[in-house]
């Protein structure tokens, strides 16, 4: 069966400092991979989006940014944080060519900068 | 415009009304659409897809509008548990890769 890990669930992190969020994938291979992030209150807002190994897609300019070193594995970083990187971060993934096209979430990482 | 907008909530209800969700997209070569329902500080779930033709799933109905870009979401006879944030899903078109776009949700709160 398939599975989406995403680690750790709840991180506070002083104001600089750095950010690895990780993010594996098990039971299927070549998957779409995203990164949403969600402020208190507001809704899903798409952060990367990567299709394939070393392809990424920034949506939106911040201070963050992604990689996928390996096909199932999907990383958010920073080199410093700002006090506006706190939120819900989620990861996911889905494959657009399967007739099944539900998007499958991670159980989210709960970011606090101070 | 953003590309998947909702209606502005909150929805204060109370138990047993019928209450209806509204969504437009921008992208005509959006592919697909779905609605999803995230608790609190949890992960989204999906709810349901959405076809041209409508779909029904017990007491929920989905309906798309491909020519008005129009999406939407009847919840009929509310139960508290149906408290929630509904979010609207679309599926860019070929030149958007595919990617998944939510919308900003609309929060539904179910009252006695």
């Known amino acids: 069966s398939q599975t989406i890990h995403q680690w750790p669930a709840t991180l506070v992190q002083p104001v600089g400092s750095p950010l690895s969020l990780e993010c594996t994938v098990e039971?299927?291979?070549?998957?779409?991979l995203y990164w949403y992030r969600q402020a208190a209150g507001r809704g899903l807002q798409l952060l990367f989006y990567?299709?394939?190994?070393?392809?990424i897609s920034s949506e939106v300019p911040q201070n963050l940014s992604a990689s996928r070193p390996q096909d199932r594995q999907f990383i958010l970083s920073s080199k410093k944080l700002l006090l506006s990187d706190s939120g819900f971060y989620l990861c996911?993934?889905?494959?657009?060519?399967?007739?099944?096209?539900?998007?499958?979430f991670g159980s989210g990482t709960q970011l606090s900068v101070l | 415009r953003k590309e998947v907008e909702q209606d502005p909530g909150p929805f204060n209800v109370p138990e047993g009304a019928t209450v209806a969700f509204n969504c437009t997209y921008s992208n005509s070569a959006s592919q697909s659409f779905f609605w999803y329902r995230q608790d609190c500080r949890k992960e989204p779930k999906l709810l349901m897809s959405v076809y041209s033709s409508g779909n029904e799933d017990g007491r929920f109905t989905a309906q798309l509008n491909r020519a008005s870009q129009y999406i939407s979401l009847l919840i009929r006879d509310s139960k508290l548990s149906d408290s929630a944030t509904y979010l609207c899903v679309v599926r860019g078109g070929y030149n958007q890769g595919g990617k998944l776009i939510f919308g900003q949700g609309t929060e539904l709160s179910v009252k006695p």
């Open positions: 039971g299927t291979s070549n998957p779409n």
């Open positions: 990567s299709v394939g190994i070393g392809q």
């Open positions: 996911a993934w889905d494959r657009w060519d399967s007739n099944n096209e539900k998007l499958f």
